[in-house]
């Protein structure tokens, strides 16, 4: 059975910068798509960063502020965040799906993580 355990949310004003964990367990994640997802309140879940292989990609709201990358040895994917704006505030989420492939589609995943609370102040 897979886990996913997100952490590192937090508070952080205008411009500052978090970054995410997302400890896994019950799947190698470098053998599998992994995406960080976010939703904020009174909107749906949308996609953030998807890492496959050695590719990432990155919706266009966040390209250029966030950065994923992934600790084999810990099984462990990351979402560095930074230059954050209000508008980043949401719910964010570790998901994993059963193959390799860029789906932005969160259907395209089976595991998810519980979620870790992202707040930016203006």
């Known amino acids: 059975q897979v886990q996913l355990v997100e952490s590192g949310g937090g508070l952080v004003q205008a411009g500052g910068s978090l970054r995410l964990s997302c400890a896994a367990s019950?799947?190698?994640?470098?053998?599998?798509?992994m995406g960080w997802f976010r939703q904020a309140p009174g909107k749906e879940r949308e996609y953030v960063a998807i890492?496959?292989?050695?590719?990432?990609v990155y919706a266009d709201s966040v390209k250029g502020r966030f950065t994923v990358s992934r600790d084999n040895a810990k099984n462990t994917l990351y979402l560095q965040m930074s230059g954050l704006k209000p508008e980043d505030t949401a719910v964010y989420y570790c998901a994993s799906a059963a193959r390799l492939g860029l789906t932005v589609r969160a259907t395209g995943y089976d595991s998810w993580g519980q979620g870790t609370q992202v707040t930016v102040s203006s």
């Open positions: 890492r496959s292989g050695s590719t990432t």
């Open positions: 019950g799947r190698t994640i470098s053998n599998y798509a």
